[in-house]
């Protein structure tokens, strides 16, 4: 099978996080990486064996040999990429979140429509096997009627100024970068259109978001408990509460584990799911493509968006049933209505 051939678009931190997941996913390989400054390319290309490196994103874009492109620049230049991407005529993977508000995001699918190419958002958390089995809990009543989601995602970010997360022109903030998540287990459990929000924030001397409290109501007394910050110690734990159980997710944006309790049992069950259970491609060290696999195991995770997104490619479908565009635009119009409770705009909306 031909792997799909994968460029790279800026080379951040999360940007190093696909290419090393690309060495566990034997169907594609990385082509090329982009940047602003051909030197910073061409070390990003030389780290992983990546044959092609340029220095503007146009070139990177115009590579006949690719065919799709992973967007790793930050929030605020999403939908710019992503625009250039699709008119290049590359089908799109865009890191979260996906845009900076909802008409980006509706600007965004409709080239993609309009080009006829596949478009998703590189949402990772979604596609983590835990969560497959999750709801197949839910949906057998597992624990019950579910009433509460409470998850929390903080890090501790240096308050710098100049770093991205404190800069309010490149869409700065805890929600668009960890406190999507939260709201990401929230709509996994109960949809992505809460009934009403109720929210209270802290800012920073920059003006942007360091701290969050976010409730949602989805009616029938069903409510989502949620919170995030910039320079918090924090377990990031999510739990989903039942009338007869709860399920614990450890790390659960990243999850690779989850505790049942069910309340007429008294035992909280932990279950793990370790690489060798989902990996189906046979042993990494075998593959050539695989070469670098046990060095960047840890990024096991990131596989399952890569895999989807070449499996739609594929097919030629222009959006994942997984990840559908519908799910990407309904999260933005929740971060939309919650930062205008906060009144909280960026520069250049």
Same mark, same amino acid.
């Given at each position: ?143 019950? &009627? ?6 929390? !995602? %903080? *890090?501790?970010?240096?308050? @710098? ?5 404190? $800069? +309010? ?95 007429? &049992? ?6 793990? !799911? %370790? *690489?060798?259970?989902?990996? @189906? ?5 075998? $593959? +050539? ?61």
């Amino acid at each position: 099978m031909k792997p799909i051939r994968w460029g790279i678009l800026a080379c951040g931190t999360i940007a190093r996080a696909f290419a090393e997941a690309c060495f566990l996913v034997p169907d594609c390989v990385v082509g090329a990486v982009g940047s602003r400054t051909l030197s910073k390319a061409e070390a990003f290309a030389a780290s992983y064996g990546i044959g092609r490196a340029y220095g503007s994103y146009e070139e990177l874009v115009a590579d006949p040999t690719l065919d799709a492109i992973y967007v790793a620049s930050p929030h605020s230049e999403h939908r710019t990429h992503t625009l250039l991407a699709l008119r290049a005529g590359k089908h799109v993977l865009c890191e979260k979140a996906f845009a900076v508000n909802a008409g980006q995001a509706r600007e965004m699918i409709a080239e993609a429509e309009k080009q006829g190419r596949f478009l998703m958002e590189a949402m990772w958390t979604r596609f983590l096997p835990v969560y497959g089995e999750v709801k197949r809990l839910l949906e057998t009543g597992a624990i019950g &009627s579910v009433k509460m989601v409470r998850a929390n !995602f %903080s *890090i501790r970010c240096p308050a @710098d100024p100049v770093h991205r997360l404190y $800069n +309010p022109a490149l869409a700065g903030g805890a929600l668009l970068d960890v406190g999507i998540y939260p709201l990401t287990l929230a709509a996994m459990v109960f949809g992505s259109r809460p009934n009403a929000i109720h929210t209270a924030v802290s800012m920073t001397p920059q003006e942007v978001d360091e701290q969050s409290v976010i409730t949602l109501e989805y009616g029938d007394g069903r409510l989502a408990s949620l919170t995030s910050g910039l320079f918090l110690s924090s377990p990031n734990d999510g739990l989903i509460l039942g009338s007869d159980g709860y399920i614990r997710i450890p790390r659960f944006w990243a999850a690779d584990s989850y505790y049942l309790h069910q309340t007429d &049992s008294n035992i909280a069950q932990a279950h793990s !799911f %370790s *690489i060798s259970a989902f990996d @189906d491609y046979g042993d990494p060290k075998e $593959n +050539p493509q695989c070469r670098l696999a046990d060095q960047y195991r840890s990024r096991y995770g990131y596989t399952f968006e890569i895999r989807e997104a070449n499996r739609c490619i594929r097919q030629g479908l222009l959006q994942s049933p997984e990840m559908p565009w519908s799910e990407s635009v309904a999260m933005l119009e929740l971060t939309d209505a919650i930062r205008g409770k906060w009144g909280l705009r960026y520069p250049f909306e």
